[in-house]
Nanobody, 113 residues
């Protein structure tokens, strides 16, 4: 019901835009979030956005990443600028609908030095 896309290989300093598209069967999405999990590390929250567009960021990405969403398209985005090798991870999106949380399958971002 959530499809993440846009990952790939990029050089340090480059940019990528991730997308997270929710299927039409998901109604009433509230907050949406991006998480990431680097090899050997725990999954961590990268950024979140409310239905009204209020955003929050992890300190490690603040000023470099921009989260946004298009409610009409049921899609969330993560614009990642000034990428660093430490940003290498599988990026996951999720969406809160009522008391349920839905997760996408993840998209791999690899940043080479």
């Amino acid at each position: 019901q959530l499809q993440a896309s846009g990952g790939g290989l990029v050089q340090a300093g480059g940019s990528l835009r991730l997308s997270c598209a929710a299927s039409g069967s998901l109604f009433g999405i509230n907050n949406m979030e991006w998480y990431r999990q680097a090899p050997g590390k725990q999954r961590e929250l990268v950024a979140s956005i409310s239905k009204a567009g209020v955003t929050r960021y992890a300190g490690s990405v603040k000023g470099r990443f921009i989260i946004s969403r298009d409610n009409a398209k049921n899609t969330m985005y993560l614009r990642m600028n000034s990428l660093e090798p430490e940003d290498t991870a599988v990026y996951y999106c999720n969406a809160f609908v009522g008391f349920n949380t839905y997760w996408g399958q993840g998209t791999l971002v690899t940043v080479s030095s």
